[in-house]
């Protein structure tokens, strides 16, 4: 065990096992950027960095590698992946395929709670956006994104879009650095009309108008 003391993230689940919580943590990491793309990682650091023990860390590395969130080099070390041409164009070909899926099925589940929830997670987005927010923004939309998804129950999609943000999000964290939150694609309003309007079709439109923009801002980013 190091000597810094906890990461808040891990102290905040501390009724989950030791490999969850590092788990959860060093996935959020990952899903928000704070791992960079083509950034190494080692055991040793991240133990010190959060403050527990190796073992944990051990195994947390070898799921995300399972998933796709990190990656081995050639010469074996662990890092974020950086994404080339190829790996965007079938991201964004998956997530075309499978979040305006999820849109339309909410669409015709969301309940006025639910809408209303949603438009409170979208109105911390925009301020995050006003303020120029990088961490703000990416907070909020994956917020936004992941409780459109719970309303749509269907499992089994959400863990493919899951894995799918996990491997983008470091590349967004790089654009929103880029170009500023204020020029990122938001077609979070389009959507709740949709759903307002309990318009199945509305809402897979505005989902994939707004998975297709976010996906050329990462690619432009990355060009």
């Excluded at 303020?131 to 936004?144: I, M, S, W």
Aim: one cysteine or more; proline letters at 4%; a neutral charge.
């Amino acid at each position: 065990m190091g000597n810094q003391e906890p990461d808040t993230a891990l102290r905040d689940g501390a009724g989950l096992p030791a490999h969850e919580r590092v788990y959860r943590r060093l996935r959020t990491m990952v899903l928000f950027g704070e791992l960079e793309p083509g950034q190494a990682v080692t055991i040793q650091g991240l133990t010190n960095q959060l403050g527990v023990g190796m073992t944990p860390v051990r195994e947390a590395l070898r799921r995300l590698i399972a998933e796709g969130a990190l990656a081995f080099q050639d010469n074996r070390r662990i890092c974020v992946p950086v994404l080339d041409a190829a790996a965007v164009e079938q991201l964004g070909l998956a997530r075309a395929a499978l979040e305006p899926e999820l849109a339309r099925r909410a669409a015709t589940r969301a309940t006025a709670d639910d809408i209303a929830r949603l438009r409170a997670t979208d109105a911390r987005l925009d301020r995050a956006i006003a303020r120029g927010d990088v961490a703000g923004y990416l907070t909020q939309n994956h917020r936004f994104h992941a409780e459109l998804n719970a309303i749509a129950e269907a499992p089994i999609l959400t863990d493919m879009v899951d894995g799918l943000w996990l491997r983008f999000g470091p590349s967004l964290r790089v654009v929103c650095g880029l170009f500023g939150t204020r020029n990122l694609p938001d077609r979070h309003k389009d959507l709740l009309a949709a759903l307002d309007a309990r318009d199945s079709a509305a809402a897979a439109e505005a989902m994939h108008q707004d998975v297709s923009q976010g996906m050329a801002q990462i690619r432009a980013g990355l060009e």
